[in-house]
């Protein structure tokens, strides 16, 4: 879908210049010296984060806020309690829940990079044996170990998410046993979890687990505690949809938030980073639409290739967007050179279609 601009009064000649002196400087930053880089990064509406495919001899680096607690190499994991009979899993890329009750133990998600060390978490807890298994939706990545776990639990999920497995049929995420539409309140032994479906925004089915006595939330792929989200949001199905949830969230009673990915847990002041830079690149990309003429392209020859005209109209939205946030937002969240392109590709892709 082509977006609704023109040239206006720019002129075709400064823009292309423009367009070609940025993509030199790209690539002339990953072949230079430290210093020469910095001196062309210092040129105007050039961004000094390498995009999409360009090589990097060092990403910037993490704020040690962002990094959470040391993971023990010997065991490949860490666990952490968030409350009575609750415990975070974690190996720094990834995290699960499990929840401790009088017969038994409730597992919520199993994330194949360790879920045959859950068993080794739990053990160091408890030897009660897992009863029941929610899945906090359906990507593979965070499931793709339920079938690790042995025995025979209760699976629970959301309508959406036991449709979408009904479809991939595979055998290392088995099929709910118990589904439900909006809500679903599971309550073992002395322990309540509050299961609620917002809606779409990362996936079909991703739910929020909430236990309200530990005022801790499990909700994944929203938020990534103190750092920029993974690409494209997450990749967020529903990109629109997703800034409203971790908006949301900020009302949300919880106090500790397990996100599914990175080391830490998150806090509401997570929530209100990701609200602030959900903002700006919402407000960047607005602004780069309505400034970058559309229409242009580098090579005449190109003049009848539709794509040709998107791809370069969209490469200069992300280019100044890109060069909006670097000053505003390198230092202040972990990872922004990695996918702040897939960001900026993303939101301009959403605000023109969605």
Excluded at 10 to 37: D, V, W
């Amino acid at each position: 879908m082509l977006p609704n601009v023109c040239s206006g009064g720019i002129k075709i000649f400064g823009a292309l210049a423009l367009i070609m002196s940025c993509c030199a400087s790209t690539y002339a930053r990953a072949q230079q010296s430290p210093a020469a880089s910095d001196a062309a990064s210092a040129k105007p509406g050039v961004p000094d984060i390498a995009p999409i495919g360009v090589p990097v001899a060092k990403f910037l680096d993490i704020p040690e806020a962002a990094r959470g607690p040391r993971i023990d190499p010997s065991k490949g994991f860490r666990i952490e309690k968030l409350g009575e009979g609750l415990y975070l899993v974690t190996d720094s890329f990834y995290q699960s829940m499990f929840m401790v009750y009088e017969t038994g133990v409730v597992v919520v998600d199993a994330p194949p990079s360790y879920a045959g060390k859950i068993g080794q978490a739990i053990a160091s807890v408890t030897n009660k044996p897992v009863t029941h298994l929610i899945y906090s939706h359906a990507h593979i990545d965070h499931i793709g170990g339920a079938g690790t776990l042995g025995g025979h639990p209760i699976v629970i999920a959301q309508d959406e998410t036991a449709r979408l497995l009904r479809r991939a049929a595979d055998p290392d995420r088995p099929l709910p046993t118990v589904t439900f539409a909006k809500s679903y309140t599971l309550k073992v032994g002395s322990q309540l979890l509050e299961l609620s479906y917002p809606g779409n925004g990362h996936e079909p089915g991703n739910i929020q687990i909430y236990a309200p006595a530990q005022k801790t939330l499990m909700y994944v792929d929203v938020v990534f505690p103190g750092w920029i989200p993974f690409r494209r949001f997450g990749v967020a199905q529903d990109v629109p949809g997703y800034f409203q949830q971790v908006r949301d969230l900020d009302r949300h009673p919880f106090e500790k938030l397990v996100g599914g990915h990175v080391n830490r847990i998150g806090t509401h002041a997570d929530v209100k980073l990701q609200i602030a830079f959900d903002d700006d690149i919402k407000a960047a990309v607005g602004a780069a639409l309505k400034s970058q003429p559309f229409g242009a392209v580098p090579n005449s020859a190109d003049a009848g290739n539709q794509w040709a005209v998107i791809a370069d109209y969209t490469g200069r939205v992300a280019r100044t967007c890109v060069a909006t946030m670097t000053p505003r937002w390198k230092d202040r969240i972990a990872g922004f050179d990695t996918f702040i392109w897939d960001q900026c590709y993303a939101m301009e892709q959403s605000l023109r279609v969605d």
